[in-house]
Each structure stands twice: as C-alpha cells, then as structure tokens.
C-alpha cells in the first residue's frame, strides 16, 4: 500500500526513482510524484500511474538526491494536490509517507494556528510542515525528524528531504516498512526491496522506531533518542528479473504458470519418505509441545484468511486436532479469548498486512503462541511470530493472490502432516499424504495446460452480472476463493455459498442469468453435489463444473477435469483452474488485470 524510494548519489536521480517506482507500483496506483533537489526543492506529482508522471517530468529535471512515491488514497481522493511528496510552505522540506497519522487533525489544526497553509486534504502533508517548522531551529535534518516525529501518533514509513541539505534522505519507520539498499558511492531507500535489486542486493532493514540518514558515501540509522544502532546489510534472494513478466502478458498469468515450480519449493527438503512425516525446521516447537496444543486457530486477511480455511480442514482431517480460520481483521478487534493451548497461525504473502500484524500483536500480548505461514523473509509478522514456515514461492507481484495462496495450503498440508504424525495419522497415510505431495508439481502442469479450454469458458460465462460459486466441506474454501479472485480482477459480482446452504436462501437467484461454478471432487460428498447440480439446473441455472470427471449433461453445461490427488490435498488442485478461469475472464473484459480497481497488494493500513 503506497511506495515509497529515496537515492542519494551523483547519478541522475528521477530516472532512478521513476524505475523504482515502476516496480513499487502493484502496492498503490492511484496517483505519483518526485521531489528533488537542485539548488532548489523541485517536485513533480500526478493522479494517474507512474507512466503520467514520466511524462510530465521535464528533461530538465536533473538533480542527484530524492524521493518519490506511488499512493494509494486513504485520507483524500487521488489528485495531483493529495499525491506525495508534500511540501511546507517555504518548499524546503519534501516528504513522502506510507501509513497514517492518527493525529494529523489536530496537529493541523495547531500548525494552522501557527501560520501553517494546508494545500492538500491529507493526513501526510502534516509531517513536512511539522519538520520544517523543527529545521529551521536545528542544525540537523535527523534531529528535526526526530523531533517531530515524536509528536505524531500513528503509523508510517517515511523519506524526507531539505532543499537546504542536499546530500542526504532521512528515512523513518514505525509501521510501514522501509528498507535500505547499499550501492557504489550511492545509497537507495525503498518501503519494498523490489524499487531495489536492479541496483543492489545488499539491503538493511529498519525496525519499528528506527530512523536512518543515506549519504551517498554510506548511511548511519539510530533510534528515536537519537542512540545508533549496528545493523548488518543482508544480500536479497530474488534478482530483478524475478520482477519482471517474463515475457507474459501480465504478472497475474506469469505468477498462475509458475506454480509447479513454486508449490515444488515450498516442498523442498520437508518431505521425509523414510518415516512418512514433514521436515520443517522452523516451527521451534517439540513434539510434546505439539502434542500439547488441542486447537489450532488460523488468522489472515483476504486469500490468505481462505487458504486458511483449507489449512484448517487439513489440520482437521489429518491430525484430528480442532482447527479454524478467522479473518485477522474481524480477530483483532473482538478481544480474542487465547487459550494456552491453542496454536496461533497467522498468514501472510506479504508479511505485512496491517490487521494481520495487529492480531498478532494483540496474540503475543496475551501470551499466545503464533506461528507465521509467510513468504517474504524477515518481513515484520514473520519477525513477529514465534516459528513459522517460509512459502519460498519468490516475490508476488500481482495483486491477486495466486502463487502465495497455493504455496501457503501446501505448507498447510505440510504442517497437518507433521501434526497429523505426532498424533494419530499412521505411517501408511502418512506415505500416501507425502506421495500425494510430490505429485502436486506435475499436476498442476496437466491442469495449466487447458489454458485454451478455460479461456474459452471464461469467455462464455464472463458477460454474466453475477455468478454463484459452491462447494461442500473441502470444496467450500474453493469456491470461496473462486469468487474472490473473479470479483477483484474482473469486477463481475460473484458470491460463494456452501452448496449444503443454497437451498436456504441463495437458490432464489439462480436462474439462467446467474450461473454457477460448482466444485465437485470425487469425494465422498459426490453423490449430495450431483443432487445440488440438479436443483440448479430444475431451475433453469447453467452449472460449470470443476471436478474430477466428466460431467453428466444433465446436470452440468460445461466441465473442467482435474487430475485427482489424495481426496485431502485435492482443494489444491481445485483452485488452479478457477485462478485461469477468473484471468481470463478478466482480459476479456479488458481489466486492468495486475491493478484492478481500488485495491493494493499490501494493505499496511487498518
Ligand atoms: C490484500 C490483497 C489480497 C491479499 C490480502 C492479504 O487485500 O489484495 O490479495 O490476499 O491483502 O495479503 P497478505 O500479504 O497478508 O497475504
């Protein structure tokens, strides 16, 4: 949610900062700007893309430090005047900020009061007014900073700049991340190592409290009162070229076409064939604290929060430990009972999510034990949390999840494996879980090669204003996340229901303008499914159907086969389809498939 990237060097730094804002942009689109300095503050902002602001930086806009950003409108709709850098009224200080400012009312209204004019109407543009009333008193940027940032109450990662200072950024950080990258003579900062590795994979992170001045000779970073600390550069996994579309169209279809690849990571090492259990070292947990634990409880937001629900009835089924999942959202604010001996999961692609981080917090507070299913390494709730599983599944860069949430229900059925084997799951179904496990990858392969059919399917039902998707028990997370992935990408309204439930309600909207995607593995649930297929289509409803055999004509209009796996593991597979299915009805709709609407990949604000 909104990017952020600051250089310092003798290279040219709006072309530096316009890539790097490229690459940042899957976290917020709705508006972009840059500020610079030479001799004097220049800064350039737009509502639209970063491609508008290319265009409209002159050529003349030379200058070797600054800072920019890439907005995703919380407080004031997106304009040229709410996108960021904002200014103060003298144009000596630039800031740009992700997160919000609890207190931005009332410390405008004191700045106000001051002598302060308020340009924009956002929560942000309070920090440079703040800071530049401070630098005018003191010698030094960090220290005005410092000083004004203790009189703000909220959550932000900051870059800031003084057109009196020419060769320095100070960067801050409480909330919203902020990341710093080491180059030759130049130094970066960016709210995501993504605005990063085409430059340097030797990066620092900041800590919640930390603050950092860049120079182009080095950086220093310290806390709020003012003590340095030691920090210890790390050198990032992913090239940029794990950034790039790689040739396909979208992010969207690059990141659905390398599942067998990253579901095979995920696996990697952790599936043990001699005694039929799971591998995973960072879980910090010993059998008998395993044992210990009577209910698992998964938290996470959006497709996280639904593969949860299919890691819950992994746990379920394969330990026979009571499991579920809960938005982290709806979690955090209802004062939470934690229980001893109930074990906290917490997910996360990004591991950033705000009411995901939040709940966590509020877990660890009352003594819960939480583990973190996350991919991206060192990110704040895997540092959070007390052990935890890594996806590996490389960076997302799509807004719709599709890689991440394959890769987190894998590590599920790796993680209720592992449960399933402390408690009562025999070494057979232990070996039949493990061997249905190496199958994934090539499976997978089978179903991404009916590209064609699916498209064409997405085509035939994607003019439709609605659409009901439904499965039972395994199936019902399905169709959950089914719905979700065609509704954020291709705005069509979709809604998912337990096929068990839609004769309480929901049947009284089907009817020929609203089909049906209905999840149907070959499952011991079969038999209820076909019955609910024929109340659909007794009532003039078009079904498709997504299971594991062809569908009788009488009961559904079109089928995708899925290779079966283990009936546990098969949701799996059953996803991969409706993921094509939901991309491709979004080209035919001409979405903007990586970027859709309103949304952000990282939602770092409540
Ligand atoms: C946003 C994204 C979703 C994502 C959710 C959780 O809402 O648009 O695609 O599932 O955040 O993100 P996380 O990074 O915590 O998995």
């Known amino acids: ?26 976290r917020g689109y709705d508006s972009a700007g840059l500020a610079i300095v030479n001799k004097t503050l220049r800064t350039r902002k737009v509502k639209g893309r970063v491609a508008d602001l290319a265009a409209a930086v002159p050529a003349r806009f030379k200058g070797g430090v600054g800072i920019g950003h890439t907005r995703w409108a919380t407080h004031g709709v997106p304009s040229d005047v709410n996108a960021h850098p904002h200014v103060d009224g003298a144009e000596r200080v630039a800031v740009v900020h992700n997160g919000i400012i609890e207190n931005a009312d009332e410390l405008r209204a ?7 004019t308020f340009t924009s109407e956002t929560d942000s543009e309070v920090l440079a007014h703040l800071i530049a009333r401070t630098v005018k008193d003191t010698d030094s940027l960090e220290e005005a900073v410092r000083t004004a940032l203790k009189r703000v109450v909220g959550t932000y990662g900051i870059a800031v700049l003084d057109a009196e200072r020419p060769g320095e950024v100070v960067v801050a950080r409480n909330g919203s991340p902020i990341v710093l990258g080491i180059g030759e003579k130049e130094m970066f900062a960016a709210s995501d190592v993504a605005a990063l590795v085409r430059y340097t994979r030797q990066v620092v992170h900041l800590e919640d409290g930390e603050l950092a001045t860049i120079k182009a000779d080095g950086f220093h970073t310290f806390t709020m009162d003012a003590t340095e600390t030691a920090k210890e550069p790390l050198t990032v996994d992913w090239d940029a070229g794990h950034y790039d579309t790689g040739g396909y169209e979208h992010y969207l279809l ?16 952790r599936v043990d064939d001699r005694f039929h259990i799971a591998h995973l070292g960072g879980l910090n ?10 209910r698992v409880k998964i938290i996470g937001c959006g497709s996280a929060y639904y593969s949860g629900q299919i890691g819950a009835q992994l746990v379920e089924e394969l330990a026979r430990v009571p499991a579920d999942a809960e938005p982290a959202s709806e979690f955090r604010y209802r004062n939470p009972v934690v229980e001893h ?11 950033e999510t705000y009411d995901t981080l939040a709940a966590v917090q509020e877990l660890k507070r009352k003594g819960g034990r939480v583990l973190g299913i996350v991919n991206t390494v060192g990110s704040a709730i895997a540092r959070e949390c007390d052990g935890g599983i890594y996806l590996h599944a490389g960076p997302e860069v799509s807004v719709a999840s599709t ?18 084997r402390v408690h009562d799951l025999s070494p057979a179904d232990g070996r039949r879980i493990c061997e249905g496990l190496r199958r994934l990858p090539a499976q997978i392969e089978e179903i991404l090669a009916k590209d064609d059919e699916i498209a064409g399917l997405a085509r035939k039902y994607a003019d439709h204003a609605g659409m009901m998707f439904i499965g039972r028990v395994r199936g019902y997370p399905v169709a959950r996340e089914g719905a979700q992935k065609l509704k954020e990408i291709s705005y069509v309204h979709a809604e998912a229901y337990p096929a068990s439930e839609l004769k309480h309600g929901p049947l009284a909207l089907i009817g020929p303008d609203m089909p049906t995607v209905a999840i149907v593995p070959d499952d011991e649930l079969l038999d209820k499914n076909l019955t609910t297929l024929g109340e659909i289509r007794a009532r003039g409803g078009r079904v498709l159907m997504v299971g594991h055999r062809a569908a009788d004509p009488r009961l559904a209009d079109d089928c995708v086969v899925v290779p079966k796996n283990e009936t546990e593991l098969d949701p799996i597979l059953l996803t991969i389809p409706l993921q094509l299915l939901a991309y491709h009805a979004a080209v035919a709709l001409e979405r903007d498939v990586d970027k859709p609407r309103n949304l952000a990949k990282s939602v770092t604000v409540e």
């Open 1 to 26: 949610m909104c990017g952020i990237v600051a250089y310092v060097g003798s290279k040219d730094a709006a072309p530096i900062l316009l890539e790097g804002l490229q690459r940042l942009e899957y």
């Open 110 to 116: 004191k700045l106000t009061v001051d002598g302060a």
């Open 254 to 269: 690059k990141e659905i076409s390398e599942q067998p690849e990253t579901v095979a990571r995920t696996l990697r090492g």
């Open 285 to 294: 947990l010993t059998p008998h604290e395993t044992r210990a634990f009577r």
């Open 341 to 351: 001996d109930t074990l906290y999961v917490a997910i996360s692609q990004s591991g």
């Open 403 to 420: 890689k991440a949430f394959t890769s987190t229900a894998v590590a599920f059925a790796l993680l209720a494996l592992h449960f399933g």
